[in-house]
């Protein structure tokens, strides 16, 4: 019931009091939304503690409000844009319906709508750390399961390691021997790929593992792992998992602009074979205004880059640079889903194993979406594939990198987060570039990642040049030896770039340098 009171006046003028009670006013209806839950992603069983991501949409495409995935959990809600929006939830145990629920941001425009999806398996996370294989009375360590590291597959030298869900096909090189063991604890499948050469992953059954070997862990394998053996895992005192890059686990990485080279193919053999990383700039943007990105392909070799990548090493395309800074967009979740998309077209394309973040407009992204694009690129690639933040640590970029490396570590999937020391004077002098060094670790180390994530970042001045923001070849390697002395947990370095190398005198000789001291 309404009731209408107030004064009106009719065509003469006369004035009149207003009181009206109605029985039939209806008050307008919130207009009905439609939910449409996509497929999930990885799909089931998964392992408790993963996160399991769906792309939402909802009809009429200008609803306003958010959506949360359900089933064993909530996720967090995120917003819509123009009808869609992609969710993240981590169920517990168990096997769950999952579905969508859309809050309107106005009850009185839309309506709340719910949609139910496929049903999901998630198993109980196991316990323990598993630190010894046995087969028989012959055992050999296990160096981790599911481990990360630049390696192919976290997989080094005479390593060990153990491979199951959530990931479905192993992604380590053909320089191993694999045994898929069943749930009942034997040994049902090897895959001698060392013998075969064969470049195909093994298969991760949803209920077992994969346990894969390299050098001697390799010659344990082919001697004891036959079809029907039975594989006992010990649970001890917990290992270390191996740490992040090549050559030891430390990184020693050198910057390639398309643009000027030189070609990777042409560097001399020993920087190949030195290098655990190499960065590619730059992805750009392919499309302003979004997170679509893509590269040219300048100074890519698919062969050479095959061969890098199987020797233990990673090729990562770096995306963006100051060149990018009005384009690329990094703002939510549309965009993150974009750069994904991009970033797997990049990896069919040219092969690469990696990316490095290099936004340099402190407007243009922010640390979620950052965050979900990398999620989305280690639950489709696995551990191995690199995450690599290049961050700028000045004005209003510090706090935001900072805030994405601690995001990136919190999350376990950070491999690097490199800073650039070099554009302004003190790069020129060596107490002056130590004392910028000695801070980056103060301000990186408080913001609660990890020095051992830490690679410092160098450009050499080229013979002849008269740029004074860039170190003389001297100057750059006594300020990093004495930072690295201080702080040998120092994951490494890289440099900018490898035609500034070429170009030094002596050629290559600051990587050299570095990489003696870094890799010994």
């Not at 001890?236 to 910057?255: E, L, N, Q, S, Y």
């Not at 880059?305 to 690329?328: L, R």
Request: with cysteine.
């Amino acid at each position: 019931m309404v009731k209408i009171t107030g004064t009106g006046s009719d065509e003469s003028g006369t004035v009149y009091d207003i009181d009206v009670t109605s029985r039939d006013v209806v008050p307008p209806t919130a207009v009905e939304v439609t939910l449409s839950l996509g497929d999930v992603t990885p799909v089931s069983p998964q392992v408790e503690g993963i996160a399991l991501g769906a792309t939402v949409t909802a009809s009429p495409t200008s609803a306003a409000g958010t959506v949360a995935l359900t089933g064993g959990g909530v996720s967090e809600p995120v917003a819509l844009v123009s009808g869609a929006a992609t969710a993240y939830v981590s169920p517990t145990a168990g096997t769950h319906t999952l579905g969508a629920h859309f809050t309107p941001t106005d009850p009185a425009a839309y309506a709340p709508a719910d949609a139910t999806g496929a049903s999901f398996t998630v198993t109980a996370a196991p316990t323990g750390d598993v630190n010894t294989v046995t087969i028989g009375t012959n055992s050999y360590p296990l160096a981790g399961t599911n481990p990360t590291g630049s390696y192919p597959g976290g997989r080094g030298v005479n390593e060990l390691v153990r491979l199951m869900a959530p990931q479905t096909i192993t992604t380590t090189n053909s320089y191993g021997v694999e045994v898929t063991i069943g749930g009942d604890g034997k040994v049902s499948a090897v895959n001698d790929r060392l013998s075969s050469g064969s470049e195909v992953g093994t298969t991760i059954p949803a209920t077992g593992y994969v346990l894969s070997g390299h050098g001697d862990a390799a010659s344990y394998l082919s001697s004891y792992a036959t079809v029907g053996a039975a594989v006992v895992l010990s649970l001890g005192d917990p290992i270390d998992p191996p740490p992040v890059g090549g050559g030891g686990g430390k990184v020693a990485a050198m910057w390639l602009n398309s643009w000027d080279g030189p070609a990777m193919a042409d560097w001399p053999t020993d920087i190949r074979d030195t290098a655990t990383h190499v960065v590619i700039g730059m992805a750009d943007s392919s499309g302003s205004g979004t997170g679509n990105v893509a590269y040219g392909g300048g100074g890519l070799d698919r062969a050479c880059t095959d061969a890098f990548i199987a020797a233990g090493g990673v090729v990562a395309i770096g995306i963006g640079g100051s060149s990018n800074n009005d384009t690329i967009r990094l703002l939510n979740e549309t965009h993150a889903t974009q750069m994904f998309n991009s970033v797997v077209a990049m990896v069919d394309a040219h092969g690469i194993n990696g990316v490095d973040y290099d936004l340099e407009n402190p407007s243009a992204w922010n640390v979620a979406s950052m965050l979900s694009c990398s999620q989305k690129l280690k639950a489709k690639y696995g551990a191995s594939f690199s995450i690599g933040l290049t961050a700028g640590l000045w004005g209003a970029l510090e706090p935001l990198w900072l805030a994405s490396g601690k995001a990136h570590s919190d999350a376990g999937i950070l491999d690097y987060f490199a800073t650039m020391n070099y554009d302004f004077p003190e790069a020129g002098n060596t107490s002056q570039l130590l004392s910028v060094l000695e801070s980056v670790c103060s301000r990186v180390s408080g913001a609660g990642i990890p020095l051992s994530k830490l690679v410092q970042g160098f450009m050499c001045r080229v013979v002849g040049e008269s740029y004074p923001n860039s170190s003389p070849q001297d100057v750059a390697l006594s300020a990093f030896a004495s930072n690295l002395d201080a702080h040998p947990e120092l994951l490494g370095f890289f440099e900018w770039e490898c035609r500034r190398a070429a170009g030094n005198n002596p050629a290559w000789g600051f990587f050299r340098s570095a990489s003696a001291l870094v890799l010994a």
